[in-house]
């Protein structure tokens, strides 16, 4: 089992930067990949990043591709993702995720949820 709790959210100006953090339980947290999906009003859940459980293989959605950095620190079991250049559109509830497999891009591979941070870009 795995438990997944998401910090770091917040208002920000448009342009301004977010760092989002996920804590995990458990001590096989190293061998989960992990990954930040993020659901805005009436919208459908959407893919924003994910890494492998040993870093070095990381993927992202376009949409904020340049813009946010995925990364994790095993020796702290967290997860961290780092916004800058935030814009309006990226207003929406960021939750992390985790599967004991390769990195994916679909939330249905994913076996464990945080409860989600909110995150609201505006001026």
């Known amino acids: 089992q795995v438990q997944l709790v998401e910090s770091g959210g917040g208002l920000v100006q448009p342009g301004g930067s977010l760092k989002l953090s996920c804590a995990a339980s458990?001590?096989?947290?190293?061998?989960?990949?992990m990954g930040w999906f993020r659901q805005a009003p009436g919208k459908e859940r959407e893919f924003v990043a994910a890494i492998s459980w040993r870093p070095g293989i990381t993927v992202y959605a376009d949409s904020v591709k340049g813009r946010f950095t995925i990364s994790r620190d095993n020796t702290k079991n967290t997860v961290y993702l780092q916004m800058n250049s935030l814009k309006p559109e990226d207003t929406a509830v960021y939750s992390c995720a985790a599967r004991l497999s390769s990195v994916s891009r679909s939330y249905w591979d994913y076996n464990y949820w945080g409860q989600g941070t909110q995150v609201t870009v505006s001026s």
């Open positions: 458990g001590r096989t947290f190293s061998t989960y990949a």
